[in-house]
């Protein structure tokens, strides 16, 4: 729904947007850019699928999901406790944990795949659609131990302490997330007493 | 840096123990990157909706005539009207939202108060509609519940807080 939405919002705003600034003539050149990027960015991430997924594979055999799984089930006994399949809360785990590394293209797989066994448990136990959005939430907000990418560019603009934002940006993502998943829980909270 | 360490010592402890195992892990690589293929093309469609939206409020001018409106806002939770527009783009676009961040750097120094909130918002958030988009396209259904306002406010919230680090 929020998607529609919003995609409907974004796309119809633009147009009539861009109509009442006289700006019509640009715009199939601009959505065709826009489908063009979208071609460009699946080629960079799909190379990190291919590596990481092969890569996870050999993780999967030697049993890492189990072991994240007993290490992590406090953590979603709390956030996601309608999660009632193993191999769905493993891979959960296991996003959690990529994301945590900045392994977005790790992540996002198994992440994936979580969404896939969860909505399979939707059909027995509806309940589960809350702790799919508390999914969303927690990689929207993601916690990223170090943020690299905007390291670099502080670096490359001459910055006396690039370090300077590590801390803050840990603190202000921990936040987020905390946030995020706090007003996560008041809603699942409201929502079931109304249901 | 740390990850760059770290994910090249896991690959290697896991290929040791694979092989300590006896597991065929040249057999399980194949077979986990054709998985990604499935993925990739997954993702495509969902990605091509999100990116021709963005496209269409970058070219329309949309995207700044928001940026205009939000400043004020901006400055009332004390932060300067220069990180508007990253704020505003953030959720949408990533590779946007970071191309932008280079420019205030170039622009205001990457030490200056802009720099350093520019830097710790970047740093500290994710491109919320593109996450969702990609999540949701593994199960063939639209229903995000509340999940997209939870997170907003949450990147909010560390958004503000990014201004107060940095008085």
Redesign the interface.
Known sequence: MALQWLWLGMTGGSLVYAALCGRGQQMLAAALEGSANAISLTLTLGAGYLLFCGWLRILRALGAPEALERLLRPALRLLMPGVRGKEARQAVCMNLSMNMLGLGNAATPQGMEAMRLMEEERRKAPRIAHDMYMLLILNATSIQLIPTTVLALRVAAGSADAGAVVLPSLICTAVSTAVGAALGMLCRRREMRHA | ????L??PGC?LA??V??AY?R?P?YD??????R???G??V???PN????????????????MD?LCGLAAPAFEWLGLPGEVAPLVLLRP?SG?AS?AL??KL??RY???SRV??IA????????T??Y?????????D???????????L???L???V??GA??R
Do not use: K, N
């Open positions: 840096m740390l990850s760059g770290i994910v690959m896991a290929l123990a694979a195992r597991l892990a399980l690589f194949v077979e986990g990157a998985e990604g293929i993925v990739a997954r993702v495509l990605l091509a909706a999100m990116l021709v939206a963005v496209e269409l409020m970058r070219a329309s001018g949309l005539a949408m590779s970071l961040v280079e750097l170039a120094g990457a030490d720099g350093l830097s710790t918002v970047m740093g500290s958030s994710e919320i509609f996450t969702v988009c990609v999540y949701m396209s593994a199960v259904r639209r229903a995000t519940g509340y999940a997209v306002p939870c997170s406010l949450g990147a919230a560390g958004t807080l990014a680090l940095f």
